[in-house]
Antibody, heavy 116, light 109 residues
Framework: QAQLQASGPGLVKPSETLSLTCTVSGVSISSYYWSWIRQTPGKGLEWIGY???????NYNPSLKSRVTISINTSKNQFSLKLSSVTAADTAVYYC??????????WGQGTMVTVSS | EIVLTQSPGTLSLSPGVRVTLSCRAS???????LAWYQQRPGQAPRLLIYGASNRATGIPDRFSGSGSGTDFTLTISRLEPEDFAVYYCQQYGSSPLITFGQGTRLEIK
């Protein structure tokens, strides 16, 4: 059974870079596309982007200029970097696995607050 | 940009009743790539339906999905206490590639 565990700082200062890592277990990292999704009370669920084990990526155009998603297949991990963060980036961040069109594997979510 | 609008925003219902939730897209959803999720408080969303009408693994058959084009529905044939949660629809294929609706909250009456 697939399990995803997100980790990273819970507090990030404005203008800095948010960095999160998701560790995948119980399933081959080549089995899914691996996404980051965030959730806020105001904007709901927002897909940030995904990466395939080959390294190919696809990002939400609204965040594309600030987002980098990378993958380390030897460690069964994929990562998110979001630069120049503001308070609007405060959210619960989920890592998830999708067989292209639907997310059937989710991590537990990690709260990230942007504040000085 | 494709926008998914869910209605109603909140429903107050009693266990045992049948309920239908609506998800309307601002443009046609590519090849019925429409999914439904359930989210309980403090938990990640859980996939219920993919491809508009296919139940995900382990999902009870009281959940069913239908629709095509711009209009989709999720039906729960008989509400159980554990079904009171927030439900989201999600599309794949239009720009941005993946978007979610704003959610419908099912409350116990």
């Amino acid at each position: 059974q697939a399990q995803l565990q997100a980790s990273g700082p819970g507090l990030v200062k404005p203008s800095e870079t948010l960095s999160l890592t998701c560790t995948v277990s119980g399933v081959s990292i080549s089995s899914y596309y691996w996404s980051w999704i965030r959730q806020t009370p105001g904007k709901g669920l927002e897909w940030i982007g995904y990466i395939y084990y080959s390294g190919s990526t696809n990002y939400n155009p609204s965040l594309k200029s600030r987002v980098t998603i990378s993958i380390n297949t030897s460690k069964n991990q994929f990562s998110l970097k979001l630069s120049s963060v503001t308070a609007a980036d405060t959210a619960v961040y989920y890592c998830a696995g999708n067989e292209l069109d639907a997310f059937d594997v989710w991590g537990q979510g990690t709260m990230v607050t942007v504040s000085s | 940009e494709i926008v998914l609008t869910q209605s109603p925003g909140t429903l107050s219902l009693s266990p045992g009743v049948r309920v239908t939730l609506s998800c309307r897209a601002s443009q046609s959803v590519v090849t019925s790539y429409l999914a439904w999720y359930q989210q309980r408080p403090g938990q990640a969303p859980r996939l219920l339906i993919y491809g508009a009408s296919n139940r995900a693994t382990g999902i009870p058959d009281r959940f069913s999905g239908s629709g095509s084009g711009t209009d989709f529905t999720l039906t729960i044939s008989r509400l159980e206490p554990e079904d009171f949660a927030v439900y989201y629809c999600q599309q794949y294929g239009s720009s941005p590639l993946i978007t979610f609706g704003q959610g419908t909250r099912l409350e116990i009456k």
